[in-house]
Structures are given as C-alpha cells and as structure tokens.
C-alpha cells in the first residue's frame, strides 16, 4: 500500500469513528471536521477533485455543527 492510499484509508476511517463518537462530546465533532479535510486533502491530491470538493463542503459544515454545539461558556 503506498502512503497516499495509507493516508486516505486512515483518514475515511476516523472520519467513521469520530462522527460515530459525535454524541459524546463538541470536541468529537472538532474531530470529525479534521479528519474529512484530511479526507477531501486525500481526495485532491489522488486527483479525485469532485470527492475532494464534497469532503470539503463535509468540512465546513462539521465545523459549523462544532461552533454551535461548543459550551455556552466559551463562546
């Protein structure tokens, strides 16, 4: 398996694991966001730019779900 291929399994696999651990907490959601631009990152540089294109648009909208569900404190 060559590292780009490496990277992306990884990448498709926390994004799995962290949107199956969204309930436990903001910081997974956090965590999620991460792993898809990992994952649209991935989808660019293997030259599949329309899975790049939505796992970017994944990006901001995980990253919007995080702002809003942060505790009232750190706002």
């Known amino acids: 398996m060559d590292p780009l291929t490496l990277f992306g399994a990884t990448a498709v696999s926390l994004m799995l694991l ?40 994944w990006t901001v909208v995980a990253l919007r779900r995080w702002w809003q569900r942060r505790p009232a404190g750190s706002r």
């Open 18 to 57: 962290f949107y199956a651990l969204e309930h436990r907490g903001p910081v997974f959601v956090l965590a999620f966001a991460v792993a898809c631009a990992a994952s649209s990152a991935y989808g660019f540089a293997q030259g599949a730019w329309p899975f790049g294109v939505v796992e970017a648009v």
